[in-house]
């Protein structure tokens, strides 16, 4: 199928969705922008449950920019009072008396203006200029993000912002073919109730005749999302490989834990990238399944970040021989506290009913 027609067809896709199962909440009964930029301000760091009724009170209070603008800042806070970084609250009014002073109490029109507001990012922008005004402009968040890495089967990483802007611009390509409002809202209830971050309902989904992930059995092991904070923290993507009850453990032979049992791990950025390098090593060919949770582990200089993967052996590959182990068997090996702990994030997630080889 020719790209511009995957990327119209997913417009429609989406858009038809949402408009059948998009969720009723109260902002999107309007298309004020003054009333979409409070609820979008709210939602940062906040479940949709606990700012419906924050958001219902404050537009009772301050129906409009100018009541906002000219409120008293403690009322402001006490209204905000139990939603927590406050400093959005301050954003807020900051932002309200700039449309004053310097729109005449109208609201910006366009992205450009509306990214300049104290408090704006590029989503916040993105969702009013879209929802309020019909400017399809995509909007780029934790949702999106894992949509578009799993229907083009993306390995880049969304922790770095070069992915970001490469996904912005084609959540951008996409939306020029649908109601822009519609298109980023169903955007974001896909991601929020079936796209979801564990066990994606890809059976019930309705990209999954476009998705590349679904399509591959990767789905469960995207998106990429590695944090790199600073040099004395070492991200690891760390992979628990079974097959038939055994789990693939190696031992140590230099370095922190030396002569000590644990996990294979790499300093790598994808998965595709980990089961190279395994072959490399071992000489089995393996496949990532999911992403189960990541762990971490401080020791007195550094500290591992471990984002955990399970693993199977590729069709053909035999998984008797060294390195396999039975859990009684672990038992007795030494396991340093760090593997322990990813173990235990594993069987966790095996009880928990979280982890599933392919996507429902």
Not at 89 to 97: G, M
Not at 192 to 215: D, E, H, I, Q
Request: net charge neutral.
């Amino acid at each position: 199928m020719a790209a511009e027609k995957i990327l119209q067809e997913m417009a429609e896709l989406v858009t038809a969705w949402y408009r059948q199962n998009g969720r009723d909440l109260p902002w999107r009964r309007t298309r004020n922008p003054y009333d979409i930029w409070i609820s979008e301000i709210m939602l940062q760091q906040t479940q949709v449950d606990t700012v419906k009724p924050y958001y219902e009170r404050f537009i009772r209070t301050f129906p409009t920019v100018s009541d906002l603008a000219a409120a008293d800042q403690t009322t402001v806070y006490k209204l905000w009072e139990g939603l927590g970084y406050y400093r959005r609250a301050s954003h807020l009014q900051e932002a309200a008396r700039t449309v004053m002073t310097e729109y005449q109490g109208v609201f910006p029109h366009t992205y450009e203006e509306l990214i300049g507001l104290k408090g704006i990012g590029m989503y916040t922008a993105s969702a009013i200029a879209s929802i309020a005004y019909g400017i399809p402009k995509g909007v780029v968040d934790g949702n999106t993000l894992r949509i578009i890495a799993r229907v083009f089967n993306r390995e880049d990483n969304i922790a770095l912002q070069k992915t970001k802007n490469e996904f912005g611009k084609i959540m951008d390509a996409i939306i020029a073919y649908a109601d822009p409002s519609a298109f980023n809202q169903g955007m974001m209830d896909l991601g929020a109730m079936v796209c979801t971050p564990l066990r994606p309902g890809c059976g019930r989904c309705p990209l999954n005749s476009l998705c590349k992930g679904y399509k591959m059995h990767t789905a469960g092991r995207l998106p990429v999302n590695i944090k790199k904070v600073n040099k004395s923290v070492i991200e690891y993507m760390t992979v628990v490989l079974q097959n038939d009850g055994r789990y693939f453990m190696i031992q140590n032979e230099e370095g922190l834990l030396e002569n000590l049992y644990g996990f294979v791990q790499y300093e790598c950025d994808t998965p595709s990238e980990f089961e190279q390098l395994f072959f490399e090593q071992f000489g089995l060919r393996i496949r990532l399944t999911d992403y189960i949770r990541d762990v971490k582990h401080v020791f007195t200089h550094r500290e591992w970040r471990m984002h955990i993967y399970g693993a199977e052996l590729e069709k053909g590959e035999t998984g008797t021989g060294a390195h396999f182990y039975l859990p009684e068997e672990i038992e007795q090996l030494p396991v340093p506290t760090a593997h322990l702990k990813v173990l235990k994030a594993c069987l966790k997630a095996e009880n928990d009913g979280q982890r599933r080889r392919f996507c429902e």
